[in-house]
């Protein structure tokens, strides 16, 4: 049964062959398509693969005209450095960031950001210091502009894990950081990898009862080889979901294989959108026949390849 029409997202990287970039500027356009919120762009600790993360950016608002949410992470930023990828990003016209802390890498440099808490104040304070006010054009006077009191923001999401940091030392440390994230002012939360729709819904049950009031939003991934399946189990530190495991390895076809992925995806959202999530967010790994697969059987699209 096709479900209520709801916001979507999707997540890309910067392609890393010259064959994945000749193949990407056709998903893009399948992608935007389908009217989605926004495109999210990952970018490396440190900003690392910079320049390949600020091309995808440019080719997403000049090709697409969606607005785009760029990834930024703690992992080895000093706040100059910080604040320099984030006046970037400003000057070229993005004002969505996903502030994450990151996972520590062995050759990024010292870091003086602890928290994705302080970068989202990080974020906030260098768009105030670059606007620190609004212009308002007075009318019948042409070139003449007011000073508002208020003045441009940016928009910063935050990551949420589910089922808790990988890194937790305590039971509800993901809950007290998530907590601290909204009050940094992050106004939206986006869901790392799970697998059950069941920890979803006692995971913002949790969430509320501690305080939390900004927007959960579901990551979704289609699942469509064993292959993929171990990855994104190595970058969730998720328990394995047997049911899906044991389905796509026994599974002899690539076709056959596609089709377990994208069934279990389509449920899987059908059972967070029954559960009141607000949105969805489609981790795509660049390409965009499984995503829209899922999108069209949830009746969020028209057609499988919309024009």
């Not at 039971?171 to 002012?185: I, N, P, S």
């Not at 064993?226 to 328990?239: V, Y």
């Amino acid at each position: 049964m096709p479900v209520p029409r709801v916001p979507h997202s999707f997540e890309l990287y910067p392609p890393r062959t010259p064959a994945a970039a000749a193949a990407l500027p056709a998903a893009l356009d399948a992608l935007a398509a389908t009217g989605p919120s926004w495109f999210s762009v990952t970018f490396g600790a440190a900003g690392s693969g910079t320049d390949a993360s600020f091309d995808l950016v440019r080719l997403l608002r000049a090709r697409t005209g969606v607005e785009v949410m760029a990834h930024l992470t703690c992992a080895g930023s000093s706040h100059a450095q910080a604040t320099a990828l984030v006046r970037r990003f400003l000057d070229d016209g993005v004002h969505r960031f996903l502030a994450v802390r990151g996972d520590r890498r062995d050759d990024a440099g010292p870091t003086d950001l602890r928290s994705a808490a302080e970068l989202v104040q990080l974020i906030h304070r260098v768009q105030a210091e670059r606007e620190p006010w609004a212009l308002h054009p007075l009318p019948g006077l042409p070139g003449v502009q007011s000073i508002g009191e208020d003045r441009p923001r940016a928009h910063v999401a935050v990551a949420a894990f589910v089922n808790g940091h990988p890194d937790a030392r305590g039971r509800t440390d993901h809950l007290d950081a998530l907590l601290a994230k909204q009050v940094a002012g992050a106004e939206l939360a986006i869901t790392q990898l799970f697998f059950h729709p069941e920890d979803y819904v006692a995971f913002v049950q949790r969430a509320r009862r501690w305080g939390v009031t900004i927007p959960i939003v579901p990551g979704v991934l289609p699942v469509t080889s064993p292959a993929r399946l171990r990855r994104a189990l190595e970058l969730s530190g998720e328990d394995e979901p047997r049911d899906l495991a044991i389905a796509l390895e026994i599974e002899p076809t690539v076709e056959g294989q596609r089709e377990i992925g994208i069934a279990h995806a389509t449920a899987f959202a059908e059972a967070l959108l029954a559960a009141g999530a607000p949105a969805l967010h489609l981790y795509t790994f660049n390409q965009s026949d499984a995503v829209l697969e899922v999108l069209h059987r949830l009746g969020l699209i028209h057609t499988k390849e919309p024009a």
